[in-house]
């Protein structure tokens, strides 16, 4: 079982930008499929971007153009970068590992 553990989130104003960072455990993270999903107040979770361990990324065509998925294997931490944000991006957002292990959600607020 992968540990994941997110940060980053916050308030921040429509047309904001904010970084989420997920550091995981276990020896074998370059080899992990990672991603951020994420889950709104009365709706299900949502995928938002994955990316390979060869680096190849998808992204929810919500978000496409405004977010970016990284990974530092080096770290152990796949990285959210949010620009242009949108009070319809607020949501708990989940690190996700391996489409299995996940870990406790960050909390987004967009809001003026």
């Known amino acids: 079982q992968v540990q994941l553990v997110e940060s980053g989130g916050g308030l921040v104003q429509p047309g904001g930008s904010l970084r989420l960072s997920c550091a995981a455990s276990g020896s074998m993270f370059s080899i992990y499929v990672m991603g951020w999903y994420r889950q709104a107040p009365g709706k299900g979770r949502e995928l938002v971007a994955t990316?390979?361990?060869?680096?190849?990324?998808n992204y929810a065509d919500s978000v496409k153009g405004r977010f970016a998925i990284t990974r530092d294997n080096a770290k152990k931490t796949v990285y959210l970068q949010m620009n242009s944000l949108k009070p319809e991006d607020t949501a708990v957002y989940y690190c996700n590992a391996n489409y299995i292990d996940w870990g406790q959600g960050t909390q987004v607020t967009v809001s003026s």
């Open positions: 990316i390979t361990s060869a680096g190849s990324t």
